[in-house]
């Protein structure tokens, strides 16, 4: 159990563009979903969180208007990253949760570079 | 601010040395976890604690939760060089799964063949 689907693995945009990040969970419905950012030889740091259907809780320092987090319904979230610039280029992981799932729900991250 | 800190930063140790990796927290926690990580790549998840004085082994790595449920060490026996990589401890902060997940700040471990 416990199968989390995360797209794309890497990708490069230019800079200015809109990047989706998607993440599903497969075979489990997700009311709740984390979403992190990891700096070159930093840890993982928690963005947002998001519960189906409302809107998402920032972390202090994390632009909502920059980082749209969807979660729709429970099987699927987005994060799409608005006009990125260089400085956005990390490695985004989710981890989708049901009220009875514990820490190893992660995807496997996208890495975004923004040239 | 980090509410999980990890000790040291950064180790780098002979193949067949011992090594402990500590994380700490100012709150009491409802779950440890810990994790190893290349940057760049998913993370592998090594154990999970959950009572207070928990101790699990597999293989040559052993990790130990104190009683109040605050303090957590990774200790590696024996290193070898395919255990280098990035060590993150996660906690949950509340009792189930919509309660805020962290990490602590990462220790990053190289072993010298």
């Known amino acids: 159990g416990a199968v989390v689907s995360q797209h794309p693995s890497w990708v490069i945009c230019k800079s200015g563009t809109s990047v989706k990040i998607e993440c599903r969970s497969l075979d489990f419905q997700a009311t709740t979903m984390f979403w992190y950012r990891q700096f070159p030889k930093q840890s993982l740091m928690l963005m947002a969180t998001?519960?189906?259907?409302?809107?998402?809780?920032?972390e202090q320092g994390v632009e909502k208007d920059k980082f749209l987090i969807n979660h729709a319904s429970l099987t699927l979230s987005t994060l799409t990253v608005t006009s990125a610039h260089p400085e956005d280029s990390s490695f985004y992981i989710c981890?989708?949760?049901?009220?009875?799932?514990?820490?190893?729900?992660f995807g496997s991250g996208t890495r975004l570079t923004v040239v | 601010s980090q509410e999980l800190e990890q000790s040291p930063q950064s180790l780098i140790v002979q193949e067949g040395k011992n090594l402990t990796i500590n994380c700490t927290s100012s709150?009491?926690?409802?779950?440890l976890y810990w994790y190893k990580q290349k940057y760049g790549e998913g993370l592998i998840f090594l154990m999970m604690?959950?009572?207070?004085?928990e101790e699990k082994s597999h293989e040559k790595i052993t990790a130990k939760l104190d009683e109040k449920k605050q303090q957590s060490s990774l200790h590696i026996t024996a290193s070898q060089p395919s255990h280098a990589g990035i060590y993150l401890c996660?906690?949950?902060?509340?009792?189930?799964?919509?309660?805020?997940?962290?990490f602590g700040t990462g220790t990053r471990l190289k072993v010298l063949a």
């Open positions: 998001s519960n189906e259907g409302s809107k998402a809780t920032y």
């Open positions: 709150k009491t926690l409802y779950g």
């Open positions: 604690l959950q009572k207070g004085g």
């Open positions: 981890s989708p949760r049901d009220r009875s799932s514990y820490g190893y729900t």
């Open positions: 996660g906690a949950d902060l509340g009792p189930s799964g919509t309660y805020k997940y962290i």
